[in-house]
């Protein structure tokens, strides 16, 4: 799988929160994984199947390519927002896709995992327009030329 299709599962993923397909914050408050065991989920046409729930906060998800062999892995987190006296605190999320990579020769040759992660930390109390506005706009940008250049080549864009 080329790293463009890697870049397109991430953004997709986000998208589906703006869109309201996953939607954030309900995941961020009422996860609730006795409802639906056999939740699966759908990025890029892949379909990852849920495998354990490694905490109540934290479920891990296998996906095609997944072998003894091979890491093919989605995994969503949460944690719970830390009040102070005088802000509600964060709802933090992450997403992460695990995956083993090959050079892309014939034969491939496994050469290691690759591993995106999208952490998100929204304020408790902010507007929700805003919250999925922000969130868009990385999606957005992670499918430019520009994004690619910075994540994939390391070209630090001035």
Known sequence: MSNERILYAVAF???????????????IYNWNNTEDDDMSLTVNALSYA???????D???????????????????????????????GYAKAEAKLT???TDG???A??????ILSVPISIPVDADRTEAETMINDLA??????????????GVIVK
């Open 58 to 88: 934290v479920q891990k998800y296998t996906g095609p390519a997944h072998s003894m062999s091979s890491l093919d892995t989605m995994t969503l987190k949460r944690s719970a927002p830390k009040p102070t006296s005088d802000h509600s």
């Open 99 to 101: 995956r083993g990579m």
């Open 140 to 153: 957005t940008w992670l499918l430019t030329a520009e994004a690619k250049s910075v994540l994939l080549d």
């Open 13 to 27: 993923w986000l998208l589906l929160v703006t869109l309201g397909h996953f939607n954030y914050f309900q995941y």
């Open 50 to 56: 849920q495998d354990t729930q490694v905490t109540p």
């Open 105 to 107: 020769g014939t034969p």
């Open 109 to 114: 040759t496994g050469v290691g995992n690759g």
